[in-house]
């Protein structure tokens, strides 16, 4: 399994982005994906979740501006950031995990990733 994230930019502050991550490959072995996000010198960030039961996780610290879906059609999960903060500045990072019975935002369940994708916020 390959995952390709895209969507990214330069945003103002209060602004959106919607980012995508491209699924390709045999992805019959993953039951979730999520999306994270690393600042240079900082722990990876979990922000969302999704399972394949469409059952959902989000960090508090992004709670209520962020939307996690997919596009089951074309293997794409999708994170919708809403009245994005110049502290969402980061590479944005999505993962994919086979664990069964485990669903979480830990990074350590993950165990595929994408190249990343930049988010800056800033006026």
């Known amino acids: 399994v390959q995952l390709m994230e895209s969507g990214g930019g330069l945003v103002q502050p209060g602004g959106s982005l919607r980012l995508s991550c491209a699924a390709s490959g045999d992805t019959s072995g993953i039951y979730y994906m999520g999306w994270f996000r690393q600042v240079l010198g900082k722990a990876r960030e979990g922000l969302a979740a999704?399972?394949?039961?469409?059952?959902?996780l989000a960090a508090d610290s992004v709670k209520g501006r962020i939307t996690i879906s997919r596009d089951i059609a074309t293997n794409t999960l999708y994170l919708q950031m809403n009245n994005l903060k110049p502290e969402d500045t980061a590479m944005y990072y999505c993962?994919?995990?086979?664990?069964?019975?485990?669903?979480?935002?830990?990074?350590?369940?993950?165990?595929?990733w994408g190249q990343g994708t930049q988010v800056t916020v800033s006026s």
């Open positions: 993962g994919a995990g086979s664990s069964r019975g485990l669903f979480t935002l830990r990074t350590s369940a993950y165990t595929i």
């Open positions: 999704l399972h394949n039961d469409d059952s959902t």
